[in-house]
Every structure is written in C-alpha cells, then in structure tokens.
C-alpha cells in the first residue's frame, strides 16, 4: 500500500444518479445540453440515466429521449441504470453502451429499494445481465450500502462477497460497491477491500462513495492505497438516496479532479469543462452544489 497509480478513471453519474434526487425537474434539452458538455470534459463514461418506470424516479422519466439526442463522444461510453428486461428493452432502443444493474448488500435496503428480498432479485438481474451481454453492451453491477446500511448498521464483507461472487457469476464485467450513505471511514474501506481483493482483481472494482460525512476523498486515497484507479462520482456533488435519509450526494467529480491533479496522476478531464458543466447544472437547479473547489473556483471569478 502507499503508491498512487499512474491513471484513474471516473465514472461521471450526476446526470442519473444526482438528478435522480433533485426535487426540481430539469427540462430534457437541458440535460442533453448538460451531458453534450460532460462529454466534451474527458470523462471516460457517463452514467446519463434511469429506465426504471417513471413512477419510481420521476426526474429521469425522459431518459430514453435523453438518450436519443444527446451526442455520442468518440471515446466515452453511455451507460444507464437497467432494473429489469423491460427497462433493457427501452435502453438498448436509446442506444446505451453499457448497462447498469443494481441491488443492495443489505436485506432491508433491498427492500425499500427494489420491493424485493436479495434472493427474489438475483434472477431478475440474471436476465437483464444475460440480455445486455447478448447484446454486446457493457454491464456494471452496483452493490448498495457495503458499508453500512441506514436500517440495518455495519454491513459485513461477507454480505458484500456473498453478492459480489452472485453477480460475477451472472456475467457483470465489473462492481461497483457503493457508499450509499456517506458513513464509512478508512478503516472500514481496508477492511471491506482486503477481503474484496483476495477474490477479485483491482481492475474489476469500481468505488463509489457519498459525502455525508466529509469522508469521501480520504476513502478514494485508502481505496488507491489498495490499488483500486475507478471511481463513480458526480459534477458539482449533485445526488443523495430516497432510500437513505439525511444520505448526501456523490463525492464531487470537481474535488476528486482537484485532488488528483494534486498527487500527479494522469484522468485525462478538462478542469475548465468540468467546471463550466456544473456551473450550468447549478444555475439550472437554482442552489449552490457543495463541490468544494467548485465554490473556490466561482469566487476567484
């Protein structure tokens, strides 16, 4: 532990995981504007929406006209939340590149955010993860609440494993295991990848961690430690979980830049277009985004 790698590569999820908690609605055009400027950034991959039914998520309800107009980047892959075949069916029709299927590391959790127990999901996601590959796309399985769950408490590593091994096994190309409520600390982040490593390769995993309780940057600096280059995150620090209260948004992809330009590792981003994407998610929102080298950027004009 102790080296940084050479490259990281984020994984920009505002467009779907920030706005999908935003209680103002933003118009269509505007996201498309939004993400044809995120493309332009050099974010390797941007998670642009949610093909869950519009009930649920009502902010992404467009995500398949979404997914129409915006401009495809050389270079960038478009990716979507996928809950079931029928939500597949509606993204592959919208031209994703890559799927992303989702369940949570906690029973409860699970629960409230899918109505199903664990076990009750792993054939539903079985089949999206079928159907995506036979299409050729990408495919990332989140894995919710790895740490700490806002109904149950501390998680245990061998829950992650247990869902982790169930998804690679259906086919995911990588995991993404998620901080859902922005609590753990370093140690939990040693704890949970020392036993995620023995199993699976750095390469496959992907961090994705919330803010809520300041701790995010210092968790990307233990996860690096442990070698682990991608992360998800969002411009500005839009996000939170309706499934999590008082849970703050993603760690901001504005910070994370900002610190690893600081230790010298290469992500390809464009400070400038980042900053100009959440400067215009922001004005649209019509509140401040907690980025803190977004402030710091805005007031030095």
Known sequence: MGRWPDFVQVKEVGPRDGLQNEKKRISTSDKVQWINTLSESGVKEIEYSSFVHPKWVPA????????????????????????????????????ID?????????????KKNINKSIDETYPVLEEVIKGAKKAGKHVTGYVSTVFDCPYEGRISPQQVLKVADRLIEAGVDDLSLGDTIGTAVPSQVDQLLSEILERFPSEKIIMHFHDTRG????????????????????I?????????????????????LYLLNGLGIKTGMDETKLQEAALFIQSKLGKSLPSKSLAYAASQG
């Open 60 to 95: 992404l309800s467009d995500a398949h006209e979404v997914g129409k107009r915006i401009k495809r980047h050389p270079g960038v892959r478009y990716s979507a939340l996928v809950p079931n075949m029928k939500g597949l069916e509606l993204a592959l029709e919208a031209g």
């Open 98 to 110: 890559g799927a992303s299927v989702f369940m949570s590391a906690s029973e409860t959790h699970n």
């Open 215 to 234: 701790m995010a940057i210092a968790n990307i600096m233990r996860s690096m430690e442990h070698g682990i280059t991608r992360f998800d995150s969002a």
């Open 236 to 256: 500005g620090g839009l996000g939170g979980c309706p499934y999590a209260p008082g849970a703050a948004g993603n760690v901001a992809t504005n910070d994370v």
